[in-house]
């Protein structure tokens, strides 16, 4: 087997069997071709099937002088998982990477931003121009579901059931959730519909995707990464931050104000409540509060 026909498998496995979405598998492809070309770079003739640990060890070793512990961390894990596919599929009975050591990396935190931050950045959008009340209901609508960026430009007016308060997203995994919306996100986005998205022509194919550019196509990643960055500026705020900011804020938000954990995964679409424990990391008032409020000893 050559490396080309595996990745070529490996891909079509992530989305047929595991359902992952385009990027998550375009990443697991990445990580694979960065071995290749090492192999290619260093005249390494071996296949996928007989390559051994001491090759990936010196691989690992080559690249970890570029890269920090956390993204050495996900290549391993990367390519852990597409030998974990070869030996699924009995053209491997062993993985190279299983003798791997992951390397230490502290537990990161997210950025967020305050509510007053939040505020100031949504007004720097230039309400005078036709795509400022989109712009405008996209971070609205960022901040107030919690949504990844993948998840907002995916959304389609099918998607809204504002009569029951609720809005379905497919998230990771092409699964289902809904989360509530709030009345003042409802009614941005229904003067978006009404006012500004009925005079776009909109393209084929796309006639129910809510969020549209001029072209009448659905936005891209790097349009949304680019009104949150240029809003951003304009607010003068000095953090990085991204729209996956927007979706921390939203989380943080609502465990300082009391949500409960499993309310907060349910909505955020985390398949284990580990990763929405890191949440418990950023405020520690909150442990006390819940102390306080609950414990027969208080």
């Not at 030996?87 to 990477?97: D, G, H, K, L, Q």
Request: include cysteine; charge should be positive; aromatic fraction near 8%.
């Amino acid at each position: 087997m050559k490396w080309q026909q595996a990745i070529h498998d490996y891909k079509l496995h992530l989305k047929i069997e595991r359902g992952l979405s385009q990027n998550s598998i375009d990443s697991y492809a990445r990580d694979i071709k960065k071995l290749t070309l090492f192999l290619e770079g260093n005249s390494i003739l071996v296949s996928p099937i007989k390559i051994t640990n001491d090759t990936i060890q010196q691989f690992i070793y080559d690249v970890s002088k570029n890269i920090n512990a956390r993204t050495q961390a996900r290549l391993i894990s990367g390519l852990r998982s597409f030998f974990d596919y070869l030996i699924f599929e009995n053209y491997r009975t062993t993985n190279p990477t299983d003798l791997l050591e992951f390397p230490k990396i502290g537990r990161k935190l997210p950025d967020t931003l305050s509510i007053i931050d939040i505020d100031k950045i949504i007004s720097t959008i230039d309400l005078s121009k036709p795509q400022g009340e989109r712009n405008r209901t996209i971070l609205e609508t960022l901040y107030s579901c919690g949504l990844r960026v993948s998840e907002l430009i995916t959304l389609k007016i099918s998607d809204l059931f504002f009569d029951e308060g609720f809005i379905r997203v497919i998230g990771k995994g092409n699964k289902q959730r809904l989360i509530p919306i709030n009345l003042k996100t409802q009614k941005y986005i229904t003067f978006y519909i009404d006012d500004i998205r009925r005079h776009i022509k909109i393209q084929k194919g796309f006639e129910d995707t809510l969020f549209l550019n001029r072209r009448g196509k659905q936005l891209t990643r790097v349009m949304i990464f680019t009104i949150v960055k240029n809003a951003t500026i304009k607010a003068g705020i000095k953090k990085n931050i991204s729209p996956h900011t927007f979706r921390h804020s939203f989380a943080t938000h609502l465990l300082e104000n009391g949500a409960d954990l499993r309310s907060i995964q349910q909505m955020l679409g985390h398949e284990s409540i580990t990763t929405t424990e890191i949440y418990m990391h950023l405020d520690k008032s909150h442990l006390r509060n819940v102390m306080e409020q609950f414990h027969p000893r208080k």
